[in-house]
Structure formats: C-alpha cells, structure tokens
C-alpha cells in the first residue's frame, strides 16, 4: 500500500526570522482578540510578543519550529524545558484556513521528538476555555487534562502526556 505524502513539513527555526515572527505575531492576534472578544490592538500584539520567553526555545533550553504547507509558512510551535525530564509546550499556531489538514500533529511531532532529544521525559502545556480547536488537539495526540501545575492568569486547562 502506497504511503501518503504530507503537504507539511516542520523544522526548527529561529524565532526571529521573518516568518517565524510573522507566525507568532499571527498567533498572539488570535488570542488576543478571542480573550478580548474583539480584534486585538497592535499594542496588545506587540505585548505579547514581549512577553514572550523566546529566548529559551533554543537548544538547550528548548526548541521553535515553523510548519510549512506546500512550502508555505503556516504553523508554529515552541517548547521549553521546565525541568531536566519535563519540557512546556508554547506558541503553538496553525493558521485558521489550515486547520484540520494535519499540520497541528506534525507541529506536535516534531516538538515531542525535540523535546526526547532535549531529555524530556513528559511534555505538559496550559491552555483556555475559548481555545477549542487547541484542545481537541492535544486530546487526539494522546495528552491528557492534568491538575494545574503551575499559575498563569491565562491558563484555564493543563495537559500532560508521557513521551519517554
């Protein structure tokens, strides 16, 4: 039987490229505007982005990877080591005109596989309420909702799944 070949593919990447800064911008768009329930300011975004621990998703704290479809920029997702068996999950984006076309499990793919290589152990990761399509996500890729492991305003939903 044939193989089926993925129009995905994922990389890392820094987060400082141009579209790798365009994907998180993207990313903090669309969560800032559904927390709001109005579209974000550029002020908002650019909070975000401030806010943002890039500096630790690099090797050997952690990792960024971009996804692209058909070679076209699409998807991100980072992960950071909280400690030396336990790696985050962060920023994880696939673009809405894109979802469902399997780029979300191949973000998670590699950033399980980036995570093993790290050490990791266990990937756990907070999410929202109003971000539905991220947590039916982690569900079909065998993570599971776990009590809160740590505070974040933000966080309203933690999960957890064993990697190694």
């Not at 907070?126 to 039916?136: G, I, K, M, P, S």
């Amino acid at each position: 039987m044939p193989r089926s070949i993925t129009p995905w593919s994922v990389a890392p990447e820094p987060c400082s490229t141009p579209e790798a800064s365009a994907l998180r911008r993207a990313y903090y768009d669309e969560v800032a505007s559904r927390y709001w329930g109005r579209p974000a300011t550029e002020e908002e975004v650019d909070q975000g982005l401030a806010a943002d621990p890039a500096d630790e998703l690099v090797p050997p704290t952690g990792e960024f990877v971009v996804g692209r479809y058909d070679g076209r920029a699409a998807a991100c997702g980072g992960l950071r080591l909280l400690d030396p068996e336990t790696a985050e999950l962060t920023r994880v984006y696939v673009r809405p005109d894109l979802r469902g076309t399997g780029g979300g499990g191949a973000l998670l793919a590699a950033l399980e596989t980036a995570a093993r290589a790290l050490g990791a152990r266990r990937i756990r990761l907070d999410t929202r309420h109003d971000l539905v399509e991220a947590r039916q996500l982690y569900a079909k890729h065998g993570y599971v909702e776990i009590p809160a492991y740590k505070s974040d305003p933000y966080a309203e939903h933690w999960f957890e799944k064993k990697i190694g």
